[in-house]
């Protein structure tokens, strides 16, 4: 017997609840995805992006990385992107954080971890861009997580906004938005960061393509 067989079970239970619920989901959803948003979240297990937005399948395309993280050299992050912008034409892309966040945790800390040290040395990068703010916060404390992780989300916005993926769409006049939030363990609630770009008139001239 398969040690997924309680995974297939419930597979099917999911399946035959779906099909007597609305007998034409699975035809429809075959034919094509159309969805609007790009969720760019943290592989955390406890954020299902689809569920916590009351969404349905089909309606969020998603990319999961630890701590959810836009990095201009990591191209499984970048082809997400492009297949969402310019193929399926998302107008909406999210980036979602969470309180409670490992990876926020553990950039926090001098512990070696291995591998991940060199992925979360990015969220070291924001600590320290935010040095000023971050150093009056007691150090270990659920607050300083807390901020790390809504600073992460903000500079992920403007990193996503750097990209050349999102430029250029820009550039084609394409509808596209660029939001960050933060999801609460505690509530299941979503905060709006306060963050919506839509145009490279919201980026540093630095950054911008001509």
């Known amino acids: 017997m398969s040690k997924l067989q309680s995974i297939f079970e419930s597979n099917k239970n999911w399946s035959a609840d779906i099909k007597k619920e609305d007998p034409t989901f699975f035809e429809r959803l075959s034919n094509q995805q159309a969805p609007k948003y790009l969720w760019i979240g943290c592989s955390d297990s406890r954020v299902p992006a689809t569920q ?10 998603v990319h999961r990385n630890i701590a959810n993280l836009v990095i201009n050299t ?18 909406d892309i999210i980036v979602c954080g969470h309180y409670g966040c490992g990876g926020v945790a553990a950039a926090l800390s001098n512990q070696s971890l291995g591998l991940i040290d060199n992925w979360i040395r ?29 600073l992460n989300v903000s500079n992920q916005v403007y990193n996503l906004a750097n990209t050349t ?15 960050g939030v933060v999801y609460s363990l505690k509530d299941g609630i979503l905060k709006d960061q306060g ?3 839509s145009s490279d008139k919201d980026i540093e001239e630095v950054f911008k393509l001509s």
């Open 195 to 197: 963050i919506c770009l």
């Open 165 to 179: 993926i999102v430029q250029n769409a820009w550039k084609r006049s394409q509808e596209l938005n660029l939001h």
């Open 74 to 91: 990591d191209f499984n992050c970048l082809s997400v992107i492009q297949y969402a912008v310019e193929v399926l034409k998302v107008t």
């Open 52 to 61: 916590l937005c009351g969404l349905d399948a089909g309606e969020i395309f």
């Open 122 to 150: 990015n969220i070291k990068d924001v600590y320290h861009l935010h040095r000023e703010e971050m150093v009056k916060y007691v150090k270990g404390s659920e607050e300083e997580c807390n901020r790390l992780t809504e």
